[in-house]
């Protein structure tokens, strides 16, 4: 049938089907749906047990660590200035804000663990 013999209002449909299909937005929005149901699948995936799945642990005796209730009580006064202090620093006025200064605290603690020599 030529175009010029069908009903109008089959030429919009046409029309409105291959713009939608030809949209640049239609592609990235198909491409995002996809990659965030393929990433809730593989998440899902991860987090079911199996029956073949098993604990790993270490035989040796845990330990706990002896510290000096002083050396205890600075540590802990430390951590409580870091955290203080740090919230104003990074709020930048904003009153909704959450931040872990516990973790950032363990990262730091981890990181001078690991330099040596100048680095620390």
Do not use: W
């Not at 713009?19 to 079911?48: G, H």
């Not at 035989?59 to 870091?82: C, H, M, W």
């Not at 709020?91 to 950032?104: F, R």
């Amino acid at each position: 049938m030529d175009n010029h013999t069908q009903p109008k209002e089959s030429l919009i449909e046409a029309d409105v089907q291959q713009s939608t299909l030809e949209s640049p937005c239609y592609k990235p929005r198909a491409i995002i749906l996809i990659t965030q149901v393929l990433l809730v699948s593989f998440t899902l995936a991860a987090c079911a047990s199996s029956a073949s799945a098993s604990i790993l642990q270490s035989k040796k005796a845990r330990q706990e660590p002896v510290v000096a209730q002083d050396d205890l009580n600075a540590l802990v006064s430390g951590n409580n200035t870091f955290a203080f202090d740090l919230y104003p620093a990074m709020s930048n006025g904003e009153d909704n804000m959450i931040y872990s200064p516990y973790s950032l605290s363990q990262v730091l603690a981890m990181v001078y663990a690991g330099a040596s020599g100048q680095t620390a």
